[in-house]
């Protein structure tokens, strides 16, 4: 059987960001194997991003996203600093894993300047239904999932609420991506395929479910209520046959809740509901979220100079997970509202970095230049969905959401070069990207 090199880039490149998605686990089982192999094999994925940062470099001739790259590489000048006043580097060491996602910018534009829509979600495709597929799993049969190691890429039974395990695992923006994808292709699809996408959207929704994190679903209907919205925006698509039976299908479900506020099934599903009243993760329990601020007040307490304001007090600064009750050993250079976590650590410059280069320019340069292509609204859909989970969470201090933000960058970047160099005649047709013949870019 001969291999298409197209077939053969989808599945080189689904491996490749695997790595940094945690797909497949790499890290953690080698970690496993012995403790010595899982440092080297994190010291490998840190060489490989530098070799795939040089390449993008001497391919492109320039910098590709360079404002995500200096956020990158704030840690490396951290470290550099603490190795040259003799201080312990650990911390920073630390944020080199963290924020390799962003440091994989240039490579990701290269990757996308060279591929066709249809490849490129494929690939995306590919890899986040086999993250959802195994979140799922994991969530039915709680023994798939990874309980033991503490790394990035490990799927693992975080705590049981009731009878439910609630997953952790690395992946999640690229499922929210899936979910916005298929979604898009409800309306697009041929008839024979709407049942397809259906269960895919039904997949990457309860895989996104699984982990029970309250303020990610919130925020995950808010955006995908908005996707929706933008959708029926389009007259061709509220006119449509399944634009009306989506619009039937929310109208239906609107009943069925008027029905069971409004009957004795009210009470019923009170009760069902009451064997979970204690459970903070289905109620409005302030405490984890009283937790979160009193950490944030006291790390902002050791702010104290206009030098620790503008470039933050470093990464090797650490507080107590739990700032009530200490427990020695148990500390932190991070902290849970992640665009805090930014300014604490890398001050003002840091944080201007990560809104202005990671979050605003993609979407102001696509608002200017306004680029066709079937990708632009559900990567501004995650886009918006990690920036959004960045008020509640930690997400910008982990690599696989690090790396879905420079993905979503460099998806627009990319596709906004390609309409400005595009012929104006050409501009009112579907955007096509040239593949490389020999398996790699061609300037």
């Not at 995306?124 to 969530?139: D, N």
């Not at 409004?262 to 405490?287: H, I, K, M």
Request: hydrophobic letters at 50%.
């Amino acid at each position: 059987m001969q291999l298409r090199r197209r077939d053969v880039d989808l599945w080189v490149h689904a491996g490749l960001f695997s790595l940094y998605l945690g797909t497949l686990s790499v890290f953690g089982v080698t970690r496993r194997l012995d403790p010595s192999l899982g440092s080297a094999a994190q010291l490998g994925l840190l060489l490989l991003t530098w070799s795939l940062l040089v390449f993008a470099v001497w391919r492109s001739k320039r910098v590709p996203l360079g404002g995500v790259v200096l956020l990158a590489l704030l840690p490396y000048l951290h470290m550099i600093y603490f190795s040259a006043t003799g201080e312990s580097a650990g911390g920073a060491f630390s944020y080199l894993y963290k924020f390799s996602g962003f440091l994989m910018a240039p490579y990701l534009w290269v990757w996308a300047r060279f591929r066709d829509d249809d490849q490129i979600e494929r690939t995306l495709m590919l890899v986040a239904s086999l993250l959802a597929a195994r979140a799922v799993l994991s969530f039915a049969v709680p023994g798939l999932a990874i309980t033991s190691g503490g790394f990035a890429d490990d799927f693992t039974v975080y705590e049981w609420v009731g009878p439910l395990p609630r997953i952790f695992y690395p992946g999640m923006p690229l499922v929210f991506f899936g979910l916005m994808v298929s979604l898009r292709n409800l309306f697009l699809a041929a008839d024979r395929q709407t049942t397809l996408e259906l269960a895919r959207s039904v997949l990457f929704a309860a895989a996104l479910a699984v982990n029970l994190s309250r303020g990610i679903m919130m925020f995950a209907v808010v955006v995908t209520s908005l996707l929706l919205l933008v959708k029926f925006t389009s007259s061709r698509v509220a006119a449509g046959r399944k634009g009306r039976l989506v619009l039937m299908s929310l109208l239906a479900l609107t009943g069925v809740t008027l029905v069971v506020v409004a009957t004795p099934l009210s009470d019923t599903v009170a009760q069902v509901a009451s064997g979970f009243s204690n459970q903070e993760r289905f109620s409005l329990d302030q405490g984890n979220l009283d937790w979160r601020v009193e950490q944030m007040r006291a790390a902002y307490r050791m702010v104290e100079t206009p030098e620790e304001r503008a470039l933050g007090v470093g990464t090797n600064t650490f507080i107590p997970e739990s700032i009530e009750h200490p427990v020695p050993g148990e500390v932190t250079n991070e902290l849970h509202y992640s665009y805090d976590s930014v300014r604490w650590t890398f001050g003002v410059a840091g944080l201007a970095l990560l809104v202005g280069f990671a979050l605003l320019q993609p979407v102001l340069r696509v608002l200017v230049i306004r680029p066709t292509s079937p990708l632009i609204l559900p990567v501004v859909m995650t886009g918006s969905f990690i920036a959004l989970v960045g008020l509640y969470t930690v997400v910008f201090t982990t690599t696989d959401w690090s790396f879905v933000l420079s993905l979503c960058g460099a998806l627009l970047n990319t596709r906004c070069d390609a309409w400005r160099a595009a012929p104006f005649p050409v501009r009112s047709e579907p955007l096509t990207f040239p593949v490389p013949s020999q398996g790699v870019p061609h300037d």
